[in-house]
Structures are given as C-alpha cells and as structure tokens.
C-alpha cells in the first residue's frame, strides 16, 4: 500500500491477556519505529529497528513489551500480561535509511495506530 | 539525551491573523527538527523539517518555521491562519551523540482558530 497500516484500529482485551498490534511499513522503508500516545501527551518512543534487527529498544517500559521485526518489512509488537495502564494509541511509522553511516535524516511516516484499551 | 519543550498546551487565534506555535529544543550536536500535525482520530502527519542550511524552512498548508540556534529555537508560523488549521501541533528532534536515531517529541500545542 501507499502509507503504514497498522492492524488492528482498535483493540479492547482484559487486564492479564496477551496482545499482538502489527504494522506494515511502507514498501522500501528499512528503519521502522513503534510510538505510544497516551491522551494529552506526545508520542512517547518505544523501539526502532534497522531491517530485522532492534538497533534501540531502550524505550519499552519493562519485559511484558517485546517487537520483532523477522523478514525486515512487518513488525508486530506484543504485550503480555497487559495491564489497564497499557491503554494507549500505539503508532507505527517507518523512514528511509540515508546519507552517512546510514542516518535517518529523513521524516517519519506514521500509520493511524492502534488503540489499545485494556479493561 | 534529546528533548524538546512546547510551552503553550493551547494558542487561539482569530482566522487570518498570523499565528506562532513555539518550540525549543536541547540536544548534544546538531539537531534535526521537525514538525508534524495531528487531526482527529488521524495519523500524524509530517509537515516541515530543518536539517541543514537556510534557516527559514517552509513547509506543507503554508506553515514555516525558523531555526534559531543561539535561542534554541525551532518556532511554527503561518502569515495567514485558516479555520481548518485547527488542529495538535507536535515539535520533535533527532540529534546528540547517543540515540541518534530516535526522534523525541513535545507534548503538543493544540491550535484553534476561530472564523
């Protein structure tokens, strides 16, 4: 597709249960980053990954948080365990790797997110 | 590490009057700024970036924004505001020695403009 799909939009589970949100990148991108927004905040960094591999994932909250990246294209972030503070719209975006050192110098490419409630 | 402040959780202006939304910024190194747009329910939307050279950047909608390094400033501006501006407005920044790579955003300034 043309943009970032994240799947699913919506999401609603009970306090302890196990969720996967996935994103697939724009076609191309190499570098893929997971975000999470909470109501009335910014985007708060969660993990970014160069092809397959984590290159930071020094945002995720603690081990209940794990991504993978297996082929270099799709990405699923999983929670287990979750908890109601976990409820939040969790955003995708992805970026093209260029110029030296293979920096990202360029702009993000967001999905709409998922949003995540757990009751 | 990277951080940016976004003083005004809220700016209100009239439609077609100059608007201003203020961003600054603390980073190790040069930073790279952005600004990007969130309506309703929707993605955010990448509206303009400084990376290196001129200091006014101009960008999508209208919107432009000039860096200022001895302030450490990166402001939104638009001449002329529309109604349909009414939107957040988030600054973010990658730069410094360590996570690099990763972009750090403010917390948002809501814009309302009314007709």
């Known amino acids: 597709g043309a943009g970032v799909s994240q799947t699913p939009s919506n999401k609603v589970t009970e306090k302890g249960k196990y969720v996967e949100l996935r994103c697939d990148p724009i076609?191309?991108?190499?570098?893929l980053y997971w975000y999470r927004q909470s109501l009335g905040q910014g985007p708060e960094f969660l993990i970014y990954f160069q092809g397959t591999g984590a290159a930071d994932d020094s945002g995720l909250p603690n081990d209940r948080f794990f991504a993978v990246r297996p082929e270099g294209s799709v990405s699923t972030l999983k929670i287990q365990r979750t908890e109601r503070g976990d409820s939040a719209v969790y955003l995708c975006?992805?970026?093209?790797?260029?110029?030296?050192?293979?920096?990202?110098?360029?702009?993000?490419?967001f999905g709409e997110g998922s949003r995540l409630t757990v009751l | 590490a990277q951080s940016v402040a976004q003083p005004e959780d809220q700016v209100n202006v009239a439609e077609g009057n100059p608007l201003t939304v203020k961003c600054t910024y603390s980073v190790s190194g040069n930073p790279y700024l952005f600004w990007y747009v969130q309506y309703p329910n929707r993605g955010l939307q990448f509206l303009l970036k400084y990376i290196t050279g001129d200091n006014l950047v101009k960008g999508s909608y209208g919107f432009e924004a000039e860096f200022n390094k001895s302030q450490t400033s990166f402001h939104l501006k638009k001449p002329s505001a529309l109604v349909s501006d009414s939107a957040l407005y988030f600054c973010a920044v990658r730069g410094g020695y360590t996570g690099f790579q990763k972009l750090v955003f403010g917390t948002g300034t809501r814009l309302l403009v009314s007709p």
């Open positions: 076609s191309g991108h190499t570098a």
């Open positions: 975006a992805s970026s093209l790797i260029s110029g030296l050192a293979g920096s990202v110098s360029g702009e993000l490419f």
